[in-house]
């Protein structure tokens, strides 16, 4: 059973830092992107960030030079660095897994990230 561990979300001010963290464990299949969406109240599901295996990373424009996503591939954990917060980056945080040669894909819980004074 495939098992995504996510933590480190909170409440932080408006230009803190925040680093999520998740691990995954049990799938038995090889991992091939790991990522991070993020859903505010009303809106839709939105990417992040994403890292493939070979350490191709994608970003949501508006995150770019703020957030850095990186991956430990023989621990299958991955890391957000979320640096100068602001407060429409306000969401729940969802850690993502995709396999190689598989159709589905796993979601961790959710984390809640607040940006506010």
Known sequence: QVRLVESGG???QPGGSLRLSCAASG????INVMGWYRQAPGNQR?????ITSSSTTNYKDSVKGRFTISRDNAK?????QMNSLKPEDTAVYYCNVK???RP??????GTQVTVSS
């Open 46 to 50: 939105e990417l992040v960030a994403t």
């Open 10 to 12: 909170g409440l932080v």
């Open 27 to 30: 799938s038995g299949f090889t």
């Open 76 to 80: 299958n954990t991955v890391n957000l």
């Open 99 to 101: 396999y190689y040669g």
């Open 104 to 109: 589905f894909e796993s979601w961790g819980q």
